[in-house]
């Protein structure tokens, strides 16, 4: 107790030194060595909330109408991955613009993933709602959390890393993008990656799936969880979904493949792209970073040529000159918002808005596709309720050693990949596992997504059972939906509509592939713990059989909410008429414009997109770098 108190003591001074930020007393008085430690920890937590980290940013030392090589838009996932790569170049001058600030530090935290949606760091994004679908969900429509901050969704996000499949990229190559080949970009994989499972290391496939000489840190979780992911793991392979060492490692075929996940994390803290990427290269004297900078328009001449930006520093409105080119890496919602604010996009829509066409685009902002998320509950027996007592000293763990179950995501660290039949080659499905333990506390708060009738009827029988939700994702939807102005104030959000089941064959394969999910409650580890799905009080339901193929459209139907996954809203493609940027990532008609974020690509990958998301900043950084080295 001494020394953590000591420990805590000393990580407050050092950080906040006497700065008395705020009124961080939140806890009310107790007695007694331990309760006291325990107020200590907490609010040295509540603390971090006003804490800034050094920062080698500083907003006020570029002056307006200054030039640099290459201006970058965007701070995130892939914006940070090529704001390394170019600023190696010591020659090229390279501007960084970020809307958001830097991640705070709960950021860093695995267990608090979530806890930073809603706020100061995140977009707000609200899907366009129709009256008739997701009307679960509060307010009948789909909150789209988007990292606004350094780092962007990789600091947001529950960590996951999942490449995607093969047939993924073959398919892209099939859509008239040859570059993107699975040897190819397997290749950049690799290049980003640095692999540290030791244990998993000793494996030699999964060694040589992996790069271990890149920036981009991926590991495992140390569960907390005990024998349950292993539970987990057989009950998956019980219903034909086969447990393997390595998703990466392992040839998909049969029904499916279940396995540890792996992680943008390390020793207990996440590893975003600002972390393994941007906080690398910011001593460089190249690279300029400004954060809290939001990019209102893309300065367009009238050859249709990019030559700049305007943006907003810190309430000041500026503009910088790109010498080589200006690169958007703002994510698929900004993305295509900006390049319509600027003047490229489809022309009806622009002067509908009273926005001068400079490149007639008609599919800027369309062909969004996103990966669904529906929980599915089961319900078991749980002879361990929730340990409150434990989780206060987890508090203190994390603080020491960053381990306990702060040191984990949410969700548990497995995947599951799965098909309808055994003969594809690629998976349809994916599933994730969370537990709230009996008399939880925690899960009402995760499903508060839902409209309180849902989340009484989800935690109904919780005071004393295990609560398991399983997530169900379609990887490959057929829908399409679409971004597009809702006024030319840039400070506006765009309209998203996301068309969830606008194609009713998404609908049909997903109550097939749910039907295969739920069917763990028939397995052995399940059955001893006596578990159940609860029927959950939906009135647009209540007239379908429990359980029927009616019962589950009409539960997708209305308790679909995102896994934040969107994408290709400036879709990759040979033709100006249905693609937004050639195979080399170039805006079609637009000189000296690239793309470099997930919004280019063409269609859904496997798995969670973060992954293909840094490959796509690594790949078109070396695009950037072959075109222009090579010229000189």
Known sequence: IAFVSAYIKSTLTDKLGNYNCRNHNVCTTTTGAAPQLFTTALNFLAATQCYVPDSNYSNEAASSLDSFDFIIIGGGSAGSVVANRLSEISHWNVLLLEAGPEPPMESDIPYMDGELYQSQYDWLYVTKGDGIRHQGLKDGAVQWPRGKMLGGCSSINAMIYVRGNDHDFQAWVDE??????????????????????????????????????????????????????????????????????????????????????????????????????????????????????????????????????????????????????????????????????????????????????????????????????????????????????????????????????????????????????????????????????????????YLSIFKDDVVNSLTRYHSDKALYIFSFHLLHPLSRGVIYLNTSDPYDHPIIDANYYGDYRDLKRSVDGIKILSSLVNTAYFKSINAFIPRVNLPQCNDS????????????????????????????????????????????????????????????????????????????SDMIKTEYLSKK
């Open 545 to 620: 059989e429990f359980l029927s193929d009616l019962y589950w459209e009409c539960y997708v139907t209305h308790m679909t909410h995102t896994v934040f996954h969107p994408i290709s809203t400036a879709k990759m493609g040979p033709d100006a008429r249905d693609s937004v940027v050639n195979n080399f990532l170039k805006v079609h008609g637009v000189k000296k414009l690239r793309v470099i974020d997930a919004s280019i690509m063409p269609l859904q990958t496997s798995g969670n997109t973060n992954a293909p998301t840094i490959m796509i900043g690594e790949m078109g």
């Open 176 to 445: 008239g993008n040859p570059s993107w080949s699975p040897q190819n970009v397997n290749s950049y994989f690799r290049k980003a990656e640095s692999f540290q499972d030791m244990e998993s290391n000793q494996d030699f496939d999964i060694y040589n799936t992996y790069g271990h000489d890149g920036p981009q840190v991926i590991n495992t979780f140390n569960t907390s969880y005990g024998e349950l992911p292993e539970n987990i793991l057989d009950s998956w392979d019980d219903i034909g979904i086969t447990k393997v060492p390595d998703i990466h490692a392992a040839k998909y075929q049969g029904y499916g493949l279940c396995s540890t996940s792996r992680a943008t994390a390390a020793n207990g803290q996440r590893q975003s792209t600002y972390k393994t990427y941007l906080k690398p290269a910011t001593n460089r004297h190249n690279l300029k970073i400004l954060t809290n900078a939001f990019v209102t328009k893309i300065l367009i001449d009238d050859d249709a040529q990019a030559y700049g930006v305007e943006v907003n520093v810190n309430g000041k409105r500026k503009s910088f000159i790109a010498n080589i080119e200006v690169i958007l890496s703002a994510g698929s919602i900004n993305t295509p918002q900006l390049l319509m604010l600027s003047g490229i996009g489809p022309a009806d829509h622009l002067l509908s808005k009273n926005i001068p066409c400079k490149v007639n685009l008609p599919y800027v902002g369309h062909n969004l596709q996103d990966h669904t998320y529906v929980p599915i509950p089961i319900y078991g027996d749980e002879p361990c309720p929730e340990n409150i007592p434990k989780q206060m000293f987890d508090v203190l763990k994390y603080l020491h050693n960053k381990t306990g179950y702060l040191a984990n995501s949410r969700v548990l660290n497995l995947s599951a990949f799965f098909s309808r039949n055994e003969d594809m080659n690629y998976p349809e499905f994916q599933s994730f596992a969370l537990i709230f333990r009996a008399n939880s506390s925690t899960a009402r708060p």
